[in-house]
């Protein structure tokens, strides 16, 4: 038998705005369109985030937001 292995689908990544914890040793990290603050608290250790950008694979959110 003979099995080829399939050619990997590029996935489409892009620039995203993040908030990324500040706090020594916490990798923590969201997405800024699916926070639901407009200025959130990590949800592990309660620092304080900042914004910040990263090359993320393209997600939808069609959440709408109460501000």
């Known amino acids: ?3 080829s292995k399939k050619a990997a689908v590029p ?3 892009e620039e ?3 908030w990324a914890c500040t706090t020594d040793g916490c ?3 969201m997405r800024e369109n699916f926070s639901f603050e407009k200025s ?3 949800p592990f250790c309660q620092g ?3 914004k910040d950008t990263r090359m993320l694979p393209v997600l939808a959110n ?3 937001r109460t501000t």
Do not use: L, Q
């Open 1 to 3: 038998m003979y099995f």
């Open 11 to 13: 996935i489409e990544e």
């Open 16 to 18: 995203t705005d993040i």
């Open 27 to 29: 990798s923590c990290w």
């Open 40 to 42: 959130p608290t990590c």
């Open 48 to 50: 304080e985030m900042t």
């Open 62 to 64: 069609h959440t709408k």
